[in-house]
């Protein structure tokens, strides 16, 4: 990561645009011979609330999401926060508040942020990526969140080039680890044996991290419906790529 977190030191202005101007000036008012740079941690945050039509997320006050996020709709990057014990808010731009929560969020390290639930019950779900840790030439490494808001235990299926890699029984806001598995043709599958079944195949590519998205609402159709989703939160040794503007948009 020390490629990455360096270059976003470097170049403060782009990276730090979720925060304000005022304390993004005052962080980057150096001496021409102190070229120490204050450290950052990365955020990709996530609106998996299939009723949550728009909404923002903040850290200290600070808002992360320039532009409202839709339910599938995420900010397609890791984007750099100031480091510590912060308050991380979500709130729709109608002004409410949805969730809010603490964490201390460590320097030079990864983090994903997933609002979930529905019906004005939400919570947020936020884990530390631990992408320093993952190794294993020729591999692809893959996870997934169950953000499907529902009280019974899903079954959670990978299977790879036709066999089983992954076959976890999973609650709701269930986030995995990531699990070094060969590439090619991966068959997703989440069911209850009842109001929960969906399943797709996408492809992995070697050495590439991704998170794979259970969404959607039992019982619901149109957006809302249960769907597989998925994102590439990078690639081993591509730290640079990790971390740059916000690029919001919809997930795969």
Known sequence: MKNFFSAVRMNMWPIMGILSAGLLFASCMKSDDDNTNPPVAGLMAFNLAPDASSVGFAISGNNLTPNPLGFNNYTGTYLAIYPGSRSVETYSYSGAELAISQYD???????????????????????????????????????????????????????????????????????????????????????????????????????????????????ASGDSALQVKYIQNGAIGDTAGRAGKAAAGPMN
């Open 105 to 219: 969020f460590e320097a030079s390290k990864y983090y994903s942020l997933f609002l979930v639930g529905t019906d004005t019950s939400y919570e947020q779900v936020i884990v530390n990526d631990n992408l320093d840790s993952l190794s294993g030439a020729g591999k692809a490494f893959v996870r997934y969140i169950n953000a499907i808001p529902d009280a019974s235990v899903p079954t959670v299926t990978m299977s790879v080039n036709g066999t089983t890699a992954v076959n976890d029984n999973a609650a709701f806001k269930s986030v995995s680890g990531f699990v070094a598995i060969d590439p090619g043709t991966v068959t997703i599958h989440v069911t209850n044996g009842g109001n929960i079944n969906a399943s797709r195949t996408i492809t992995l590519e070697q050495q590439k991290i991704y998170t794979v998205l259970l969404i959607g609402k039992p019982g």
